[in-house]
């Protein structure tokens, strides 16, 4: 299935057989990340068996999307930047995974409508809420689009902290390290049971403050010391380290 063929109908994408994913995440899981260092999952409990389901982790590394599929008991959908797919190889890899295209910094309808009749054929989809890799240091702030996809299909978001991956290839390295990598999955949670304010752009903010907070827990209590980006405090709970 080409990736052009996948826009505008995104029902072809929830069709994919799993039994490729499948060989795929063993692959990476014992190849590259069990051998290239050692590799753990925390929080597998967590993970709802069945419908929708947001994965939604911190960026460090290009990394990040297999170990989140490798450590996780549910087949992915991937939202990826456009410039992945005009890359021959790896376009056809990650278009054969369930990888669907997102314009940044565009008004990309299309990836939207795709993701909302993924989860709301109870899909589960990984978006990094950063949009880009970070430093390790800060998070950066959240994008609205996660808040507005939980909101409109009331898919459970689950909040992932990646240890290792920055040192197994961070931004601006080109040379993989060797590393532990441990993904950490947090409880879920829904856009409704943390924002109650009859202003949506309170409830806007609230559900970003809340969703950075939750992956900077995971993150700090398993080894990497991450601020988060969002400003100001959350009134609501936020320790749920799963």
Same mark, same amino acid.
């Given at each position: 299935?080409?990736? !052009? ?76 930047? !456009? ?15 369930? !990888? ?143």
């Amino acid at each position: 299935m080409s990736s !052009a063929s996948q826009e505008g109908n995104p029902s072809k994408i929830a069709k994919a057989h799993p039994t490729w994913f499948a060989f795929c995440r063993w692959f990476m899981r014992v190849f590259f990340y069990q051998l290239g260092g050692g590799f753990r999952s925390i929080g597998k409990e967590n993970i709802p068996a069945t419908g929708g389901v947001i994965f939604a982790p911190i960026h460090l590394s290009h990394t990040d999307p297999p170990a989140v599929a490798c450590g996780c008991t549910r087949r992915l959908r991937f939202m990826s930047k !456009a410039e992945m797919f005009e890359k021959k190889f790896l376009g056809w890899l990650i278009t054969s995974l369930g !990888a669907f295209r997102v314009n940044r910094g565009e008004g990309d309808t299309e990836s939207v409508r795709t993701a909302i009749e993924l989860l709301n054929l109870g899909e589960a989809i990984l978006i990094f809420p950063e949009g880009t890799r970070g430093d390790g240091k800060v998070m950066q702030p959240i994008s609205r689009g996660v808040g507005l996809l939980a909101k409109k299909t009331n898919a459970l978001i689950i909040p992932v902290g990646l240890i290792g991956t920055k040192e197994r290839l961070g931004k601006g390295s080109s040379k993989l390290h060797r590393s532990v990598i441990t993904v950490v999955y947090g409880k879920p949670f829904s856009y409704a049971e943390v924002c109650t304010d009859t202003n949506e752009k309170r409830n806007r903010e609230t559900f970003a403050k809340v969703l950075s907070a939750r992956i900077v827990e995971l993150c700090n209590a398993h080894g990497l010391m991450v601020k988060s980006g969002e400003t100001g405090s959350v009134q609501e709970e936020a320790s749920h380290p799963g």
